[in-house]
């Protein structure tokens, strides 16, 4: 997008075939999918059967690390679409539970063409195959209680979370809390790390900076009130177990300030919002792969990825989805990424498999402490 998703100039359109939904009205069968649980919603089921006379089984996982383990104990079977992180696809490839997607079956127009880009340097395309193609991007930043903390954009800076009064009243997801714990001791000069990049770059290197993360996080555990790992586990937190500030998503946040009429607060830090784009991929024992390809292109449709984007909070892929936004979705978006926000987020890059373990033996560390 330009304003609400643009990040950068918009690129020109890519080229595309005629992808026409109405050779989909013979279509028939059913797609079983895997999702992240707060990324389908009902009314992107009924119009997608509508169109495409097919049934969705829905799954849903609240990790990227559950929906990996799940198909490697599969092999691959058992889905016929799957959603992870992008920056996971190194991992997916590494056990071989993904198919190469054929371009030519989908519909690169109706993706956002900074998004479908962005998504070959994160992780979507191995040897010079594309096997993941972007469905949204969100972020993780500071999600606040207003009546207790007045957070300003500009000011606000995951150290906060850690500050004398907020003993007792955070909640964050640990393993992306001590990357967040790294940014900000990389900004106060305490632990440098070039805001993290070298801890994709060598083991030796991420071992030193974790290290520090995590003694850091230790220190602090009695700050934290409760960790989450999914979405339900977010909303819980603030509406249920009295958190007062915390690291959350995007969605999870939005749809609190929903649900308690402007109550919650969302705002990215000085140091960026981290930032993730999930994404599309066919595993590599997929049954209903007709099925799968006609989700992808029924999901790049504008008024399709709209239905995403005004139901869970994220931001979808598809090109052109935000002239199909709410109001309310369009004012949230503004609140949260005010200034230069969207300049200075924070991408994850593509975390390999060594990467993967060691963060979770150091998250291992401070969820035991």
């Not at 519909?107 to 962005?118: A, E, K």
């Not at 009295?242 to 929903?258: K, N």
Request: proline share 5%; with cysteine; hydrophobic share 35%.
């Amino acid at each position: 997008m330009i304003k609400r998703r643009g990040l950068l100039k918009m690129a020109a359109t890519l080229s595309t075939g005629p992808f026409i939904l109405s050779r989909l009205h013979g279509s028939s069968g059913e797609l079983n999918l895997y999702s992240w649980s707060d990324y389908i919603y009902p009314d992107m089921l009924e119009d997608f059967q509508a169109k495409t006379g097919i049934r969705v089984n829905l799954s849903v996982y609240g990790s990227n690390d559950e929906a990996l383990n799940k198909l490697r104990a599969t092999q691959g079977f058992g889905f016929d679409l799957v959603m992870p992180s992008v920056v996971y696809g190194p991992s997916w490839n590494r056990y071989k539970l993904l198919q190469p997607l054929d371009e030519s079956r989908i519909n690169i127009g109706g993706c956002d063409p900074i998004m479908w880009s962005r998504s070959t340097k994160l992780g979507a395309t191995y040897r010079r195959n594309r096997y993941l193609c972007p469905f949204n991007w969100g972020t993780e930043a500071l999600t606040w209680n207003r009546a207790e903390r007045q957070l300003v954009y500009g000011e606000a800076s995951f150290g906060d979370l850690w500050h004398p009064d907020n003993r007792g009243k955070v909640t964050v997801r640990a393993h992306s809390a001590l990357l967040a714990i790294g940014l900000y001791l990389d900004r106060i000069g305490q632990t440098p790390s070039d805001q993290m990049r070298i801890t994709y770059d060598n083991e030796k290197d991420m071992r030193h900076v974790y290290a520090a993360c995590t003694a850091f996080a230790v220190k602090h555990k009695p700050w934290i009130r409760q960790f989450w790992s999914n979405a339900q586990q977010i909303q819980n937190a603030y509406l249920r177990n009295a958190c007062v500030i915390g690291q959350t998503w995007d969605g999870p946040a939005f749809r609190l300030a929903d649900e308690t009429e402007d109550e919650i607060g969302y705002v990215a830090p000085v140091e960026g919002a981290l930032t993730w784009m999930d994404s599309m991929g066919i595993p590599s024992k997929a049954t209903n792969v007709d099925q799968a390809y006609e989700f992808i292109n029924w999901y790049y449709q504008p008024k399709s990825g709209a239905m995403h984007a005004n139901n869970s909070g994220y931001n979808s892929c598809s090109y052109q989805s935000e002239k199909f936004l709410l109001t309310k979705a369009k004012e949230r978006f503004d609140q949260a990424y005010p200034g230069d926000a969207l300049e200075r987020l924070w991408w994850y890059p593509p975390e390999a498999p060594w990467f993967i373990a060691i963060r979770n033996e150091f998250r291992d560390q401070f969820l035991a402490a």
